[in-house]
């Protein structure tokens, strides 16, 4: 499993940025999808997740602010990120779960700048 992920960059405090990740190869079920980041000096951390289902986990520090998504047909997960802060200033890394094994994206720096 393959998974590429784009949209990262500059924003701007109380901006917004788009992040995509699309999942290729061997694939008959991802569950979940996800999103992790890591600042430096700090340890990797969920941001937000989607199962299958539906349903979706978010950090509290990025509740009501980032919302995650999924195109099951093109099994591609995306997070529109609003009301950016500079302490979401970090490398995101996509996460996706085939049958219990975890795959990695590389991953996309994530820098809130004004």
């Known amino acids: 499993v393959q998974l590429q992920a784009s949209g990262g960059g500059l924003g701007q405090p109380g901006g917004s940025l788009r992040l995509s990740c699309a999942a290729s190869?061997?694939?008959?079920?991802?569950?979940?999808m996800g999103w992790y980041r890591q600042a430096p000096g700090k340890q990797r951390e969920l941001v937000a997740v989607?199962?299958?289902?539906?349903?979706?986990n978010y950090a509290d520090s990025v509740k009501g602010r980032f919302t995650i998504s999924r195109d099951n047909t093109e099994n591609t997960v995306y997070l529109q990120m609003n009301s950016l802060k500079p302490e979401d200033t970090a490398v995101y890394y996509c996460?996706?779960?085939?049958?219990?094994?975890?795959?990695w994206g590389k991953g996309t720096q994530v820098t809130v700048s004004s």
């Open positions: 989607v199962r299958g289902d539906g349903t979706t």
């Open positions: 190869g061997s694939i008959f079920s991802i569950d979940p």
């Open positions: 996460n996706a779960v085939v049958y219990g094994v975890a795959f």
